[in-house]
């Protein structure tokens, strides 16, 4: 089914295509990967909603092909069980989370991404993802992302549950699954083995 047919969807059966997704983290976390709940929060980025959804996702997409070569050695030879995964969709925040920061509410109006990150058993990686984000400042670095922070939370228990939380704008919005962000992407787009840490050469100007 296309993307654009998902807002004919009943209200039911995005439901289940949330807990389907729900399934999908839960057994992989059953073959030993570790999930992490991961929000992306974002400096101002100027443009409409869906410009500004574009462009916080392709620094998503950045940051996870610079994961990718913590976790393997050679991502294009690696196995998709040795890969992380990565899904995600914008949101907002609700009422009930009017305590937030008030940048994270002011800023881009509030829009952010949440997801889940997978992390599989066998890895490069030698803390835990939350750990790795917050020792390294590469993925928040303002000269290469406009990613302004990232809230890493590992996942002990209901993974299923967790999941339906980090996507629950899919249930609010059916037109939020054209947004859905669903890594890794096909082999040819994973970064080579010879590839750069992770900035280009030159620092990119927004």
């Not at 992989?28 to 409409?48: A, C, S």
């Amino acid at each position: 089914m296309d993307h654009n047919s998902m807002d004919q969807l009943s209200y039911g059966l995005r439901c289940e295509l949330l807990d389907a997704y729900g399934t999908w983290v839960t057994d992989y976390m059953d073959q030993g990967h570790d999930g992490y709940l991961t929000t992306f929060m974002f400096n101002y980025i100027p443009g409409n909603s869906k410009s500004i959804i574009g462009s916080m996702t392709k620094d998503i997409e950045q940051f996870y092909r610079t994961l990718v070569t913590r976790v393997v050695r050679n991502a294009r030879k690696a196995q998709i069980h040795q890969l992380p995964k990565l899904i995600a969709l914008p949101d907002r925040p609700v009422p009930k989370h009017c305590k937030q920061a008030l940048q994270d509410v002011a800023i881009n109006d509030g829009l952010h991404f949440n997801g889940i990150t997978m992390i599989p058993e066998r890895s490069r990686l030698d803390c835990e993802l939350d750990d790795h984000v917050r020792q390294s400042g590469i993925y928040t670095d303002s000269r290469y992302t406009r990613i302004r922070h990232i809230d890493v939370q590992k996942i002990k228990s209901r993974p299923g549950y967790t999941t339906g939380y980090g996507l629950k704008w899919l249930k609010r919005d059916a037109t939020a699954y054209d947004n859905l962000l669903i890594l890794p992407v096909s082999k040819s787009e994973l970064p080579p083995k010879e590839a750069r840490e992770y900035a280009p050469s030159e620092p990119t100007h927004w």
